[in-house]
């Protein structure tokens, strides 16, 4: 597999920074955005275990736990993918050298924050300007390039960071609903990205590596249908206004889902990692929408199952994938991965599932999902920490 995916392929030439893990936004947020996944799944299981001592986050553990999770790790990974992105995207350099190091203190320095329990205000001060700044970054380089086709992620961080305000408002005013309504909601923003991004990706690198012909493409109004559906759930889930009509939507996606997935499928990708770990991270998808629409009638599914079912195996299985191949690809290196990287996609499915079997196993499957997961992220740190701190293989800069 060396095929060059059209969302994120080799960058146009520009002057090196002088430290590799400068050079493009993907080398720190990746290694980092990574190690924090780890620490954070590990310090929240010994809080569940109760041996978390006198540690006490902003907000209380649980607070910290459901804000971290997408406002801390997936946002991190999501400005290193973006960030290097938009250089394809429009044919100009991406961020680097000082810029870079600026825009990744401001997140070590949130996640540092609330880990240590610094004030609310100076904590809120940092925390809300991240996301903003991600946004100027990606919506400047795409205005001055006239990329209108990539506005929609530009909106979408936008709407993230009114998640996080609304979140930081719950803890400010001690409204625990609040501070979940916007963590949740931040959570199927998220989901749009993984329907906008692995709608574009996934079939291209299928499609590539398998050597096969350009299937026709879905009508655009499938792609429009499945973004909208997405921000409508994560307004009623900000709002707090989730009732029995919410099965619509979530049915709706769950169609939509599944009919990508069947276009998708063949059975020449469980011969490839790279291929058969995307797969299984966007089964995720129908996954939770189909538990969040059987919670959503009243029957006995509680909606944690759906969010958890979409936050372990969708999100951080796509993201582990995502992150697999974009540093080999970055880093001038063949498609192909270290075989310990099978057994960290495997990982990381297999603690999902866990994760949904807890009404049947108890605070078992909490400590499997959370050994699944900090297994999956270590592996990675293992196979490509070094990548990432290394120049390019092939000379180029980036």
Request: glycine letters at 10%; one cysteine or more.
């Given at each position: 597999?060396?095929?060059?995916?059209?969302?994120?392929?080799?960058?146009?030439?520009?002057p090196a920074a002088p430290v590799p893990l400068w050079r493009l936004g993907f080398r720190p947020f990746f290694l980092f955005g990574s190690a924090f996944a780890v620490v954070?799944?590990?310090?929240?299981?010994?809080?569940?275990?109760?041996?978390?001592?006198?540690?006490?986050?902003?907000?209380?553990?649980?607070?910290?736990?459901?804000?971290?999770?997408?406002?801390?790790?997936?946002?991190?990974?999501?400005?290193?993918?973006?960030?290097?992105?938009?250089?394809?995207?429009?044919?100009?350099?991406?961020?680097?050298?000082?810029?870079?190091?600026?825009?990744?203190?401001?997140?070590?320095?949130?996640?540092?924050?609330?880990?240590?329990?610094?004030?609310?205000?100076?904590?809120?001060?940092?925390?809300?300007?991240?996301?903003?700044?991600?946004?100027?970054?990606?919506?400047?380089?795409?205005?001055?390039?006239?990329?209108?086709?990539?506005?929609?992620?530009?909106?979408?961080?936008?709407?993230?960071?009114?998640?996080?305000?609304?979140?930081?408002?719950?803890?400010?005013?001690?409204?625990?609903?609040?501070?979940?309504?916007?963590?949740?909601?931040?959570?199927?923003?998220?989901?749009?990205?993984?329907?906008?991004?692995?709608?574009?990706?996934?079939?291209?690198?299928?499609?590539?590596?398998?050597?096969?012909?350009?299937?026709?493409?879905?009508?655009?109004?499938?792609?429009?249908?499945?973004?909208?559906?997405?921000?409508?759930?994560?307004?009623t889930l900000a709002l707090g206004l989730a009732g029995i009509w919410l099965a619509l939507p979530f049915t709706a996606l769950t169609v939509l889902h599944g009919v990508r997935?069947?276009?998708?499928?063949?059975?020449?990708?469980?011969?490839?990692?790279?291929?058969?770990?995307?797969?299984?991270?966007?089964?995720?998808?129908?996954?939770?929408?189909?538990?969040?629409?059987?919670?959503?009638?009243?029957?006995?599914?509680?909606?944690?199952?759906?969010?958890?079912?979409?936050?372990?195996?969708?999100?951080?299985?796509?993201?582990?994938?995502?992150?697999?191949?974009?540093?080999?690809?970055?880093?001038?290196?063949?498609?192909?991965?270290?075989?310990?990287?099978?057994?960290?996609?495997?990982?990381?499915?297999?603690?999902?599932?866990?994760?949904?079997?807890?009404?049947?196993?108890?605070?078992?499957?909490?400590?499997?999902?959370?050994?699944?997961?900090?297994?999956?992220?270590?592996?990675?740190?293992?196979?490509?920490?070094?990548?990432?701190?290394?120049?390019?293989?092939?000379?180029?800069?980036?």
């Amino acid at each position: 597999m060396h095929d060059k995916p059209s969302l994120i392929s080799n960058a146009p030439s520009h002057p090196a920074a002088p430290v590799p893990l400068w050079r493009l936004g993907f080398r720190p947020f990746f290694l980092f955005g990574s190690a924090f996944a780890v620490v954070a799944l590990l310090l929240w299981s010994l809080a569940l275990s109760g041996h978390s001592g006198n540690w006490s986050p902003l907000g209380g553990v649980l607070a910290w736990h459901r804000h971290e999770m997408p406002f801390g790790f997936a946002v991190a990974i999501l400005a290193g993918f973006l960030l290097t992105a938009v250089q394809n995207w429009t044919g100009r350099p991406g961020l680097s050298g000082r810029p870079l190091i600026a825009l990744f203190a401001l997140w070590l320095c949130a996640r540092l924050a609330w880990l240590g329990g610094i004030p609310l205000a100076i904590t809120a001060i940092i925390e809300l300007t991240f996301l903003p700044a991600v946004a100027w970054v990606l919506g400047r380089q795409l205005w001055q390039a006239r990329q209108t086709r990539n506005y929609p992620m530009v909106a979408i961080m936008l709407l993230m960071a009114a998640c996080d305000a609304l979140s930081m408002s719950g803890l400010a005013m001690g409204n625990d609903a609040l501070q979940r309504n916007g963590a949740l909601a931040a959570l199927w923003l998220l989901a749009c990205l993984m329907w906008a991004i692995g709608g574009r990706v996934i079939p291209f690198f299928i499609q590539r590596g398998l050597n096969l012909p350009a299937s026709a493409p879905l009508p655009a109004w499938v792609d429009v249908l499945g973004l909208g559906l997405g921000i409508l759930v994560a307004i009623t889930l900000a709002l707090g206004l989730a009732g029995i009509w919410l099965a619509l939507p979530f049915t709706a996606l769950t169609v939509l889902h599944g009919v990508r997935l069947w276009r998708w499928y063949t059975h020449g990708v469980w011969g490839v990692p790279l291929l058969w770990s995307l797969m299984l991270a966007y089964a995720w998808m129908p996954i939770a929408t189909t538990l969040m629409a059987l919670h959503s009638i009243n029957l006995p599914v509680a909606a944690s199952l759906g969010h958890h079912a979409l936050a372990v195996g969708g999100l951080g299985g796509l993201i582990l994938a995502m992150m697999a191949r974009v540093s080999l690809g970055h880093s001038g290196r063949p498609l192909v991965p270290s075989s310990l990287m099978s057994i960290a996609f495997a990982a990381i499915h297999l603690g999902a599932l866990a994760r949904l079997l807890v009404p049947i196993i108890g605070s078992t499957g909490l400590m499997l999902a959370a050994t699944g997961w900090a297994l999956a992220f270590t592996l990675f740190i293992a196979c490509y920490g070094r990548i990432l701190l290394s120049a390019r293989a092939d000379g180029q800069p980036g």
